[in-house]
């Protein structure tokens, strides 16, 4: 069979370098006869391509142009100064997990840092972020890349407690009742129930809507859309994205403006704050969980899986800025499984695991500085050493 247009959705994301090539070159293979159509990240996988459609300039509603190639190079310019954290503490751990036979491995976890772990896809990464170090650990948090859990109804700004925030607002600034500033409360259209559509028949078996014409769709009482702070009604804020709402200077309350800060320094502020989370990519549920687990003092060591994945320079850059700005000021200690190398050169110690049979040792572990004087490890041949800014 040739001649298919096969298309790959960024086929070398969770894979380590050697892995990268190992894919580019069956790729090159799969083109010989057919033609590839690949959504990409990776610089190596971009420069072996024949053509480039370069899509900018950011995410959610600001994405979706074509650019050029410059405009795209100019966009992932996203670099920041080198720092790295000397750990204010460190202690051991025994790996010891029915899923994953570390061989009695133990692993120095370095507080007020950022531990990269690295290793091939399978050696038992996420095993440690997920399984053992939440039972080391009541500080600790796991956030993933999984879809955040909440009904199919659950927005960012429900799930961040950001409309909350602003029921709240809404009720003390106009002083009503803040049961009328919910869909789902007092505040509902009486025709549609809050849901904004009604049933108008079935077509076989599906049920068919259409826009309430009470409502316009809003959901609300027309009585409540006339109430207004600083001009805006409780359903056209929640028709801003995350950037627009910080841009209009609203006084919601300082816990609203925290979260809306972080989400914005995460590089999402592009997102509607009633976009439903069933519809977030990956990567994005990944930053609402990380807002929410630094809005929460409760957590002082964060493990991340893999928080680079589908992310442009740019906004990796973005991501790790918040991250240092955490360790500094807040000695957070971030402990990061990771691929993505340009993410991994600014950690400031790492540990490196490799499966052999059945077993994963971990070959290396230490800083920076005594990565680069190992022998026996990987890493040092993938990241780029700075000599200059090892301090
Ligand atoms: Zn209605």
Not at 3 to 8: E, H, K, R
Not at 40 to 62: F, T
Not at 129 to 151: A, H, M, N, W
Request: proline residues 2%.
């Amino acid at each position: 069979m040739h001649d298919l247009l096969i298309v790959l959705d960024e086929p070398t994301a969770s894979l380590y370098p050697a892995e990268v090539d190992f894919m580019i070159g069956i790729m090159d293979e799969m083109r010989k006869k057919n033609t590839l159509l690949v959504v990409e990240h990776n610089d190596k996988v971009i420069e072996k391509a024949d053509h480039n459609i370069y899509l900018g300039h950011d995410g959610g509603k600001n994405g979706g142009y074509l650019i050029s190639k410059d405009e795209y190079m100019k966009l992932q310019e996203g670099s920041l100064p080198y720092r790295f954290f000397k750990r204010t503490s460190c202690d051991t751990r025994v790996l010891d997990s029915d899923y994953v036979d570390y061989a009695g491995s133990e692993l120095e976890i370095p507080h007020g840092s950022i531990l990269g772990l690295c290793g091939m896809s399978g050696c038992g990464k996420t095993t440690i972020l997920r399984k053992i170090l939440p039972k080391c650990y009541e500080d600790y948090l796991y956030v993933s890349q999984k879809p955040l859990k909440g009904q199919s109804f659950t927005t960012v700004a429900t799930y961040t407690k950001l409309l909350d925030e602003i029921r709240t607002c809404y009720a003390k600034a106009l002083g009503k009742d803040k049961g009328y500033f919910s869909q789902r409360g007092k505040g509902a259209c009486d025709k549609c129930g809050g849901t904004g559509v009604i049933e108008i028949g079935s077509f076989y078996e599906e049920k068919l809507f259409d826009t309430c014409d009470k409502c316009n769709g809003t959901g609300y009482l027309q009585e409540v859309l006339e109430w207004k702070v600083d001009g805006v009604n409780i359903y056209d804020i929640q028709q801003m994205t995350i950037d627009e709402l910080i841009a209009s200077g609203m006084n919601i309350s300082a816990k609203a403006d925290k979260m809306l800060k972080l989400l914005s320094d995460l590089g999402i502020g592009y997102l509607k704050i009633s976009q439903k989370v069933k519809t977030l990519s990956g990567g994005e549920n990944q930053r609402i969980k990380l807002a929410e687990a630094l809005n929460d003092n409760k957590y002082s060591m964060i493990g991340l899986d893999e928080p680079a994945k589908g992310l442009g320079k740019r906004e990796t850059a973005r991501l790790l800025g918040l991250i240092y700005s955490q360790v500094s000021k807040n000695k957070k200690t971030f402990i990061i499984a990771e691929y993505d190398t340009m993410f991994l050169n600014y950690c400031s110690y790492f540990a490196e695991l490799r499966r052999k049979g059945q077993s994963t040792t971990i070959v290396f572990q230490g800083s920076r500085e005594q990565l680069f004087k190992d022998k026996k490890n990987d890493i040092r041949n993938w990241l780029t050493a700075n000599p200059e800014e090892l301090k």
